[in-house]
């Protein structure tokens, strides 16, 4: 099945700076990648996603990029502010929201 | 707003009880998911199912069942619970394969 790696497990960054994280996955079959934010005490929740037809997609301060040659892809966020911090976890599927396989999770720290 | 509700935010329980979770979900979704949540683990499918009386079983149903009889509700069974099925468990549930998924808060089980 679909293995993801997820890095770094912790992330700490200033107020206003951007962070990276990044994700690889093993199967190229695989065409659908989305990103969940997980804030304390809830549920995780879906903030973008990506399809393997593009290589890129933005929403405002959130950016993804997948390298489907490469088989990895990254969450940008830029301008960072305190409620990014949350934990961020990537997954990815050749079957769409059926058998997500989530990579292990991030813990990002904005320092105000 | 779109709404996935579990029922019980904190369980204790016993060795070789039988333990229920519920999930209830009032989007009308055909897809509804349970994941166990672990520290440095991130999320691992239990079981999935696409239809009512329909399901299948993800990376790590042993010592899990799962039951739904009604659209709106999926039930997560533990027939004997054991120590090392403490966990966070969350459930989502999505409009068909390509919906993003919605997660409920999870219910904490801790098994003496």
């Known amino acids: 099945g679909e293995n993801v790696e997820q890095h770094p497990s912790t992330l700490s960054v200033q107020e206003g700076d951007s962070a990276v994280i990044k994700c690889t996955y093993s199967?190229?079959?695989?065409?659908?990648f989305p990103w969940y934010k997980q804030e304390l005490g809830k549920g995780p929740q879906l903030i973008i996603d990506?399809?393997?037809?593009?290589g890129e997609k933005k929403d405002q301060r959130i950016a993804v990029t997948l390298n489907k040659t490469a088989k990895h892809f990254s969450l940008h966020i830029t301008e960072t502010q305190p409620e990014d911090s949350a934990v961020y976890f990537c997954a990815a599927s050749p079957y769409g929201n059926n058998r997500l396989a989530f990579g292990k999770g991030n813990q990002v720290v904005v320092i105000p | 707003d779109v709404k996935v509700t579990q029922s019980s935010r904190y369980l204790v329980k016993r060795t070789g009880e039988k333990v229920f979770l519920e999930c209830v979900q009032d989007?009308?979704?055909?897809?509804m998911f349970w994941y166990r949540q672990d520290p440095g683990l991130g999320l691992r499918l239990i079981y999935f199912s696409y239809d009512v009386k329909m399901k299948e079983k993800g990376d790590i149903p042993e010592g899990y069942s799962v039951s739904r009889e009604k659209k709106e509700r999926f039930s997560l069974i533990l027939e004997s619970a054991s120590t090392n099925q403490t966990s966070m468990y969350l459930c989502a549930s999505s409009l068909g394969a390509t919906g993003e998924l919605f997660f409920g808060e999870g219910s904490r089980l801790t098994v003496l």
């Open positions: 199967d190229s079959a695989s065409n659908y």
């Open positions: 989007m009308d979704h055909e897809n």
């Open positions: 990506i399809r393997s037809n593009v």
